[in-house]
């Protein structure tokens, strides 16, 4: 079945610093891709997502490229602030008719000033 | 344009007893799909229902049940609690019933079972 598959957490960093967040994924299909984010005490938030191979995600100076040949989502972002500090998810929904979400296990980051 | 609700925010229930949270999406949308999130196994699909029908089901015990109705609000209910139902429950909901569709999450219900 579909999976998807994100690095170990906690991440910790400084204001300012680079982000990489890893996320891998297994399908039988062209699954569209997205990153959630869920603040403390809330719900999930879309991030950001990509319908197919090659496209590029883009929302609030995060950025992820859709990669089939190495079925990757990688997140970025060139300089992270305090309050990006939150839990990420990467996640997958086959295409069709088929509104499922394959979440990763997420990724808590935290930020320090 | 209002986001999506849940309610109740919170609830403590007992073993054995059974729980019903609603969820009313986004005005316009006609899929709900319902989410459990722990820690241990983290955000796991129940259900998706699209124009008061099922259209796809999680991995769950037939404890867990769901309805949507024709205003596109949803139910889920839990019957026989145990402990390890003890969980944050997403409702999502979106305009379409396709895998490319942005799903919208509400903020979820907590719900402890004691």
């Known amino acids: 079945g579909d999976s998807v598959t994100q690095m170990e957490g906690p991440v910790t960093l400084s204001e300012e610093a680079f982000l990489t967040i890893n996320c891998t994924y297994t399908a039988t299909g062209y699954p569209s891709l997205f990153w959630y984010v869920q603040y403390p005490g809330e719900g999930l938030q879309l991030l950001l997502k990509a319908t197919k191979a090659d496209d590029k995600g883009s929302n609030k100076g995060f950025e992820a490229t859709y990669r089939k040949e190495t079925t990757s989502f990688h997140l970025e972002k060139g300089s992270v602030q305090v309050s990006d500090s939150a839990v990420y998810f990467c996640a997958l929904s086959e295409s069709g008719a088929n509104s499922k979400l394959t979440f990763g296990k997420g990724i808590t980051l935290s930020v320090r000033p | 344009k209002a986001g999506v609700t849940q309610t109740p925010r919170y609830l403590i229930k007992t073993r054995g007893q059974q729980v019903t949270l609603s969820c009313s999406p986004i005005?316009?949308?006609?899929?709900v799909s319902w989410y459990q999130q722990t820690p241990g196994q983290g955000l796991q699909f129940l259900f998706e229902?699209?124009?008061?029908?099922?259209?796809n089901k999680g991995n769950f015990p037939g404890r867990f049940s769901g309805r949507q109705f024709s205003n596109s609000r949803s139910e889920m209910n839990v019957s026989t609690l145990e402990l390890g139902d003890s969980a944050l429950y997403l409702c999502?909901?979106?305009?379409?019933?396709?895998?490319?569709?942005?799903?919208?999450f509400g903020p979820g219900t907590r719900l402890t079972v004691l």
């Open positions: 999502a909901s979106s305009g379409l019933a396709g895998g490319t569709d942005t799903q919208y």
């Open positions: 229902y699209f124009s008061e029908t099922q259209r």
């Open positions: 005005s316009g949308h006609r899929s």
